[in-house]
């Protein structure tokens, strides 16, 4: 009887034909269901949103680049996918400086949704240009937000934002000893550690306009505390990933809200003190770990997910959420360094020890650093 049936199914297959069968795979969402074909003059390579999603990250996914091919005032500054960089088409051939010199970069475009060519043309665009990883994500922006992606904002839409005295709340989610030495104007600071003990901060007005800020690109903070807003119900949230760093690049320094005390001098192991209280220099620390590392311990406060991406050999992961209940368990007999990326943790993470543990010889690394996946890194002292 099983053999009949499946010779009458495949006997019905044939008649339908081999062009009219549709797969449909197994997502948690019925909108999910149909692989989305490419129409006439669309780019041939798609990507939908399940497949997008993993590749949108602060900081962002190596080896990929996501492209906006909207116009830029308009559209592309006040929300777009978070990480995307600016192109428009119709600027494509001026900013072609902007794609990444390695022509095997995954390059992903994507504009305002399925009546929107102009992804496809710069996707057709790049690969006369011999990049050969191109995908266009058609549904684009439309898409993302109705399916709650991550939405960022550009440094021209802060500024206009100011300029044009709107309703908004911008949020510094760095520690407060970073966001001291200088704030984007108008933000408030409520440290990402802190959220919980902050929320009564926060505007009443669930709709209220949220935009959080950090570090930098390689700053996760800002992300985390706007997650955590959305959480407790709030529906119009955004960051600004490339965060203070750029405002300062773009607009300048911002007066310090309080001058830093001079550091003292790092004790044991060589390490000289750096400008800020509680740093070492970048020189000292990494004389001191290439000739004698276990005369110190380097515990690195990023997330355990990025720490397994990439850190420096031989260091120690204990992530900043977790540091005040394991505090105790830090030697008392050599120095201990923290590190980040961009400061901004290792910063708090020693102000939070000096508070609960004052004989722990607690130091910091106020510097940019990139870890690879190998164990090796390379750190820029801040200025």
């Not at 309080?258 to 003292?264: H, P």
């Not at 070492?280 to 720490?307: A, G, H, L, Q, Y």
């Not at 102000?351 to 390379?378: N, P, R, S």
């Amino acid at each position: 009887m099983n053999v009949k049936r499946l010779t009458l199914l495949a006997a019905v297959l044939t008649g339908l034909g081999a062009a009219q069968l549709v797969c449909y795979p197994i997502t948690a969402r019925a909108a999910d269901a149909a692989v989305l074909q490419p129409k006439e003059g669309w780019y041939g390579k798609l990507v939908q949103f399940d497949a997008l999603g993993p590749l949108v990250n602060i900081p962002p996914v190596k080896g990929v680049m996501i492209i906006d091919s909207r116009p830029a005032a308009r559209q592309y500054d006040p929300g777009h996918i978070s990480g995307a960089i600016s192109i428009p088409d119709s600027q494509f051939d001026k900013m072609v400086d902007k794609l990444p010199a390695d022509k095997a970069t995954q390059l992903i475009f994507y504009c305002g949704g399925l009546e929107c060519m102009l992804s496809h043309n710069s996707a057709f665009k790049a690969e006369k240009l011999g990049y050969g990883n191109i995908r266009v994500y058609a549904e684009g922006m439309p898409d993302w937000k109705a399916r709650g992606g991550p939405v960022s904002v550009s440094t021209a839409f802060i500024r206009k934002l100011i300029d044009e005295k709107a309703t908004y709340t911008l949020i510094d989610a760095r520690p407060k000893r970073v966001a001291d030495k200088g704030m984007i104007p108008g933000a408030i600071n409520i440290s990402d550690t802190d959220f919980d003990r902050n929320v009564d901060k926060l505007p009443a007005d669930r709709a209220a306009l949220l935009i959080y800020y950090c570090g930098g690109l390689e700053c996760v903070l800002s992300d985390k505390s706007a997650e955590k807003a959305r959480k407790l119900g709030y529906t119009n949230v955004v960051t600004y990933p490339p965060g203070y760093p750029e405002w300062e690049k773009v607009h300048g320094a911002v007066p310090a809200a309080g001058s830093a005390a001079a550091g003292a001098t790092a004790a044991g192991a060589s390490l000289m003190p750096g400008k800020e209280k509680g740093t070492v220099t970048v020189t000292s620390f990494e004389k001191v770990w290439k000739e004698n590392p276990s005369s110190i311990m380097v515990v690195d406060v990023r997330d355990v997910k990025e720490f397994a991406a990439g850190t420096m050999k031989g260091a120690i992961n204990l992530p900043i959420n977790d540091l005040e209940k394991k505090v105790d368990t830090l030697p008392k007999n050599k120095p201990v360094v923290f590190v980040c990326g961009t400061g901004a943790r290792s910063g708090e993470a020693y102000d939070m020890v000096k508070l609960l543990a004052g004989d722990v010889q607690a130091y910091f690394i106020d510097a940019e650093i990139k870890f690879g996946g190998d164990g090796t890194y390379t750190m820029v002292e801040k200025k």
